[in-house]
C-alpha cells in the first residue's frame, strides 16, 4: 500500500458508506459524461474515494468532502452482457433500473466490475472547496499527497476473500 497518493475516484456517497461498512466490495462503472469517447478505464491501482451527491436524487453537493476511504483494485471486470451483469444483483450498491441504464449508456453496451479491497481511514482527509472537482469525471487529482493511514479493513481478509469468490461464480474465472 502507498503511503501517500493524490489521486481519488468519485462515487456516490451512499455507496462509500456501504463499501465503509463492508457490506459491498464491488463498483460498477461506465464512466462520467467527459469520458464517454474512450470510456472508463483504471488509471490508479490505489486511491481514495471521494464521495459525491452530485447524480443522487434530491442531493446537492457538498463543498466540504471527507474522504474516509482508501481502496485498491484487486479485480477488474469488463462486463458486456447484461445477463450476466445481473448475476451480480446483490453484490453491490447499484439499482437495477440505474444498473441498465449505466449499461446502456454511450457508444457501447457494458460497464466494468471493480472489486476493491477498501480500508477507513485512522483520520479522514476534508476537503474545502470541494465543488472545484465538480464535473462528470470518475477520477480526481487531489493536486497534493495525502497521507494514507489506514484504521482498518471495510472487510476483514475471509469476507473479502468470500466477495472475490462470489464475482468470479457469478462472471466465471
Given at each position: 500500500?502507498?503511503?501517500?497518493?493524490r489521486?481519488?475516484?468519485?462515487?456516490w456517497?451512499?455507496?462509500?458508506d456501504?463499501?465503509?461498512?463492508?457490506?459491498i466490495a464491488?463498483l460498477?462503472?461506465k464512466?462520467?459524461?467527459?469520458?464517454v469517447?474512450?470510456?472508463?478505464?483504471?488509471?490508479?491501482r490505489e486511491f481514495?474515494l471521494?464521495?459525491?451527491?452530485f447524480?443522487?436524487k434530491?442531493?446537492?453537493?457538498?463543498?466540504?468532502?471527507e474522504?474516509?476511504?482508501?481502496?485498491r483494485?484487486?479485480?477488474?471486470?469488463e462486463?458486456?452482457?447484461?445477463?450476466?451483469?445481473?448475476?451480480?444483483?446483490?453484490?453491490h450498491a447499484?439499482?437495477?433500473?440505474?444498473?441498465e441504464?449505466?449499461?446502456r449508456?454511450?457508444?457501447e453496451e457494458?460497464?466494468?466490475?471493480?472489486?476493491?479491497?477498501?480500508?477507513?481511514?485512522?483520520?479522514p482527509?476534508v476537503?474545502?472547496?470541494a465543488?472545484a472537482?465538480?464535473?462528470?469525471?470518475s477520477?480526481?487529482?487531489?493536486?497534493r499527497?495525502?497521507p494514507v493511514?489506514?484504521s482498518?479493513p471495510?472487510?476483514?481478509?475471509?469476507?473479502?476473500r468470500?466477495?472475490l469468490e462470489?464475482?468470479?461464480?457469478?462472471?466465471?474465472?
Amino acid at each position: 500500500m502507498l503511503s501517500r497518493n493524490r489521486y481519488a475516484l468519485k462515487e456516490w456517497a451512499s455507496v462509500c458508506d456501504r463499501l465503509a461498512r463492508g457490506e459491498i466490495a464491488l463498483l460498477v462503472r461506465k464512466g462520467g459524461l467527459l469520458e464517454v469517447r474512450e470510456g472508463f478505464r483504471v488509471e490508479h491501482r490505489e486511491f481514495f474515494l471521494f464521495p459525491t451527491r452530485f447524480h443522487e436524487k434530491g442531493r446537492a453537493p457538498d463543498d466540504r468532502v471527507e474522504l474516509c476511504l482508501y481502496a485498491r483494485v484487486e479485480e477488474e471486470r469488463e462486463v458486456r452482457d447484461l445477463e450476466r451483469l445481473g448475476r451480480l444483483d446483490g453484490q453491490h450498491a447499484v439499482p437495477r433500473e440505474d444498473l441498465e441504464r449505466r449499461f446502456r449508456y454511450g457508444r457501447e453496451e457494458g460497464v466494468h466490475v471493480l472489486a476493491l479491497r477498501a480500508w477507513r481511514l485512522a483520520r479522514p482527509h476534508v476537503l474545502d472547496g470541494a465543488r472545484a472537482f465538480d464535473g462528470c469525471v470518475s477520477w480526481v487529482d487531489l493536486g497534493r499527497e495525502l497521507p494514507v493511514e489506514p484504521s482498518a479493513p471495510a472487510l476483514d481478509d475471509d469476507g473479502f476473500r468470500k466477495k472475490l469468490e462470489a464475482l468470479r461464480a457469478a462472471l466465471g474465472g
